[in-house]
């Protein structure tokens, strides 16, 4: 149960911090109104408080992390941009997946 929890977290996480910064490339790249920079704040922030619930070291969280914002950033490549991943996107996305896991799910000798 605690490794789906983990990862459920990790998936809102990673919607929050796309979601903050996407909204300023917006802004930046294709002249949308300055006013999408509050929304993408309160998801910055949103995304720094979830990574706080973790209740394992700052330091594996973030390095885990980063395996589920690699799939999350291809799904969103593919249901935001349009643009259908690439074999190799996928088999990616799988090896960073697996890093993960090791990551946070391996027995650990502390």
């Given amino acids: 149960m605690l490794?789906?929890?983990?990862?459920?977290?990790?998936?809102?996480?990673a919607v929050a911090e796309i979601v903050?910064?996407?909204?300023?490339?917006?802004?930046?790249?294709?002249?949308?109104?300055?006013?999408l920079l509050v929304?993408?704040?309160?998801s910055l922030a949103v995304f720094?408080?979830?990574?706080?619930?973790?209740?394992?070291?700052?330091?594996?969280?973030?390095?885990?992390y980063g395996g589920v914002y690699i799939f999350v950033a291809i799904i969103w490549l593919w249901a935001v941009d349009g643009i259908k991943p690439t074999t190799w996107d996928l088999?990616?996305?799988s090896v960073a997946l697996v890093g993960m896991s090791i990551i946070m799910f391996a027995p650990k000798n502390t």
């Fill in 3 to 13: 490794e789906i929890k983990t990862i459920l977290l990790f998936l809102v996480t």
């Fill in 20 to 35: 903050g910064c996407y909204l300023p490339y917006l802004w930046l790249t294709q002249g949308k109104s300055a006013w």
């Fill in 39 to 42: 929304p993408a704040g309160l």
């Fill in 48 to 64: 720094a408080w979830l990574l706080s619930l973790h209740p394992t070291a700052a330091g594996r969280v973030y390095a885990a």
């Fill in 91 to 93: 088999v990616g996305s």
